[in-house]
């Protein structure tokens, strides 16, 4: 029987004089009378100091000797002088859109201590985006680099890559430069027209995951995992001061004079430290994190029922604001552009206050209309398709640069519009951004998550660009024909790393036999759809019947809040969805109905190869249950493990617990071979196409190669900081792919 390709999903200002709270109950929800319109914008001065020249495209660096930190002193002290670091030999593996050399022979256990790295694709996670000071670039920092894109075309400019990888960022308006700090404890900054490399040095012996710039650019601050907090003068690269906080710092900020640095860390709180006093005041509050103004005047944080305003160039509390008893959070604190209001969300931004920061008096009252008030001042959700309460999405605040316009990214997918002086809502935009925030002209809203970049007109809501090259899902598998490579909602063309399709809703699940066509599900509408995967043309759908032992919702409005995981077989007669409160649905494709004997059990399943077979874990976690599919009987039980793969002739199974490899016979259910290997809590396995190798990707970042006949290590792949989520050979046996959760697709071969 033909096989199709599987995959396992897994499925994240106003003037003093502003109107009294009111309220702000909407009563419709679009007002097109209202425009947003565009304000000018003021370029800013670059600093004529430093001589730029467009670098190459992409740029790589070796590992530089440490810094060896130096007492803290009030004069600027050198402690070192920075230097050039050599571009090393470049490595095997290419970029995106960049033909892929071809690995010269089947891995193997002989070959396997060969393998390198031929292709790394994707941009990452989008851990940051933010406009250029001229507001032409937008800056977008993920793990693997930045990246320089036309703000209104969103065409990359320059990008520049980092091996180890980045850890934070942060921009100077004054200097017109980008700080990069990398998970190698190096420092790099970098002019924002053009990319060029102005200083770099080894700042941390750790990674660098905080920096801030004072407000004229002259002082830059870093904060480590756990080595230490140091000023910088910017000039020269050259350290000034040395703060003893061995915390692993979540962020730093100047005040608006300079004088005082604040810093959050994940176990001592909110703390500041004067810098010219060299005096440390420990303890200011609790918590990890802290909401600054844009001109570094206050720093706002929840605690104990109120949302306490601190001036931050003393630390004396400014406000304390109330926080409403009757709603969940805040869980979004954002200051207007000119520092006089402030925005506090609850309910996921289903309602957010607006307070005026110099007397504390709360402004309006601006409540969501997929809200309406219930008894007891409680909110409850209009949302009749969804179950209230039990899933919600990130969320943001924004302030247009004048003031009068917010922007609030509500739970279910929503982007809402107020105006703030009367509290009148706006209009919706329908986007999955996870933060958002208004271009320089305040008439566009960037809205960016992990996987996207979008730039939206703030008057109509229309989608303007999107940016290409971000990895979405983690999930992968080849095509039949290895020249495809399909992540979850895009696939990569092998030999050089064009992106051949791209989804926007609906996740891909599988491929047919002969790769021509594919499998995606709409998990929110319960719906699977066959498609040509030429142009994405639709055959067929099919609608999958509800559950009816759930006692609840079995798919939600986002589609995997609920489930975790699906699963389709390799011909493309069943597919299972893994809930986690109902266990496993198993439907029947042709009709969409569900099989009874192969449900309502189990966490997840295994296909066979040739789709005859389907392995569920017991409820009890006692053991495996072997059932032939086309009547759900079971014909064998073996050993439990965490882990689960058929051998590619469908012949045995092979499980893994913790660091222990079994190997059973399917036909009598004997147990043939166990082995002992070091894995530290594998998370995901493949098998060779030919039966002689396991591939094990762990939690302690590494992917390990082992022969399944003796249980021998063969080779292992470190992985630094990220780990792989999904693994799989491609069909020849040449190549090894993973999709890692730093938003990359790798592949490894046998060296060319």
Known sequence: MKRWMAIVMVAGFLAAGCAPAKGGKPTDTDNPTMQIQATAHTKQTQNSAYKTERPARLTQFSKEQTLTAVAPTKTPTLTRTPTIIPTPTPSYYVRDKTPVSGPRAVISFDNAD???ELARWGKGVNNLSAYSPDGKLVIIQTPVGIYAQDAQTFREIWRLELPAGIGSMAISAAKNMVALGSLDGRILLVQLDDGTIIHQWGAHNRRVLALAFSSNGEKLVSGSDRDGVRIWNVLDARLFQDIANRDKINKVAFSKDGNNLWIAGASDGISYWEIDAERYHANIDKGVNFYTSADGEFLARYRGGYVNIYRMSDGIIWQKLAVSKNHMGPHSIQFSQDGRLIAVGYDWNLLVQVWQVSDGTLLQELFSPRYSRAGGGHLAALLPSENPGTQ??????????RGNILASKTAYGWIELWEVNQGRFLRSIKHSAVN??????????????????????????????NTPGFVRGDDLVF??????????????RVKDGEVLWALK???????????KQMITILPQEATVYLRHESD????????LEDPNWVGGYFWTMEGHEHVSDIYVSPNGDYLAAAHSGAGLAVWRLADGKIVPALSRYGFYIVFSPDGSLAAIPSTDRAAINLHRLEDGEIIQTIGWSELLEFSPDSKQIIGIKKDQIEVWRIEDGKLLRRFDVDMKDPVNLAISPDGQLLATTTNDHRIVLIRLDTGTVVHTINGNYWRAERLGFSPD????????????????????
């Open 536 to 543: 994405l043309g639709l055959i067929r759908q099919i609608k």
């Open 436 to 465: 958002i925030s208004f271009a320089p002209q305040g008439d566009k809203i960037i809205a960016s998550g992990p996987w996207q970049l979008s730039l939206i007109d703030a008057n109509d809501g229309s989608v303007l660009n």
């Open 505 to 515: 809703d609906e996740k891909f699940l599988g491929y047919s036999p002969d790769g």
């Open 114 to 116: 060969q393998l390198v």
């Open 733 to 752: 046996g040449r190549m090894l792919g993973a999709n890692l959760t730093d938003g990359t697709v790798r592949l490894w071969g046998v060296a060319p």
């Open 479 to 492: 095509s039949p024909n290895g020249e495809s490579l399909a992540t979850g909602y895009s696939a990569w």
């Open 392 to 401: 919600y999405i990130n969320s943001d605040l924004a302030f247009n640069p």
